[in-house]
């Protein structure tokens, strides 16, 4: 079988800095991705870990660790527009199933 | 061209009707996925193509039937849906090769099934 948890909820203020974890069981493990998607919008892919480390694209970074099936996505310098739901997301078999966790839904408030 | 363009935006049919729902990417893609949606949920993996050939269904029922007529398009055949399949359909592409892992989503198509 396979499983993603992350938090249901996560609330921040404004500039501040937040992290969202996701731990996973899975076998066939390719690599751990991150998707934000808006109220009515459709999801829109953020970052891709394959191995263990961290990956910064701009304000948002994501960090893996294979041996502990554990990562976690930081978002600095919140702003309102981050208001949004944050998935993780697994991709295994041959890399062409990519199975999401329950998303995690951030407010950002000012 | 970074797009994949769904249609219709929002469809509402009869359990008795025959509807598809359309999806085009023109990227070079040659995988193609559909994936189903519920409000407050995670995309639900419904079935992969690639290049043209269904590689994954994920135990889908038949009511649902996907088509890949060319390596742009992607079809959803959609026949005698119940009430519980309303839900957010989105069709999203990725490279077969390389390492990203990125998925490029349309908007979806937004179903209400009467």
């Known amino acids: 079988g396979q499983s993603l948890e992350q938090p249901s909820e996560v609330t921040a203020v404004e500039g501040a800095i937040v992290q969202i974890n996701c731990t996973y069981q899975?076998?066939?493990?390719?690599?751990l991705s991150w998707y934000q998607q808006h109220d009515g919008g459709a999801p829109t892919f953020l970052s891709y870990?394959?191995?263990?480390g961290l990956e910064e694209t701009g304000r948002f970074s994501s960090f893996l660790s294979r041996s502990d099936s554990y990562g976690y996505l930081l978002l600095q310098e919140l702003q309102m527009k981050d208001s949004a739901s944050y998935f993780c997301?697994?991709?295994?078999?041959?890399?062409?199933?990519?199975?999401f966790g329950a998303g995690t839904r951030l407010f950002v408030k000012a | 061209d970074t797009e994949v363009t769904q249609t219709p935006k929002h469809l509402v049919m009869g359990m008795t009707n025959k509807k598809s729902l359309k999806c085009e990417q023109h990227?070079?893609?040659?995988?193609m996925y559909w994936y189903k949606q519920k409000a407050k949920k995670p995309p639900e993996l419904m079935f992969v193509?690639?290049?043209?050939?269904?590689?994954i269904n994920e135990s889908v029922p038949s009511r649902f039937s996907p088509e890949c007529p060319n390596s742009s398009l992607l079809n959803l055949h959609l026949h005698a849906l119940q009430p519980e399949d309303s839900a957010l359909y989105l069709c999203?592409?990725?490279?077969?090769?390389?390492?990203?892992?990125?998925?490029?989503f349309g908007e979806g198509s937004r179903l209400t099934v009467l």
């Open positions: 899975t076998s066939g493990f390719y690599g």
């Open positions: 193509y690639s290049y043209e050939k269904l590689s």
């Open positions: 999203a592409s990725s490279q077969t090769s390389g390492n990203t892992g990125e998925l490029f």
């Open positions: 870990n394959a191995l263990d």
């Open positions: 990227m070079g893609h040659r995988a």
């Open positions: 997301a697994v991709k295994r078999a041959g890399g062409f199933k990519t199975i």
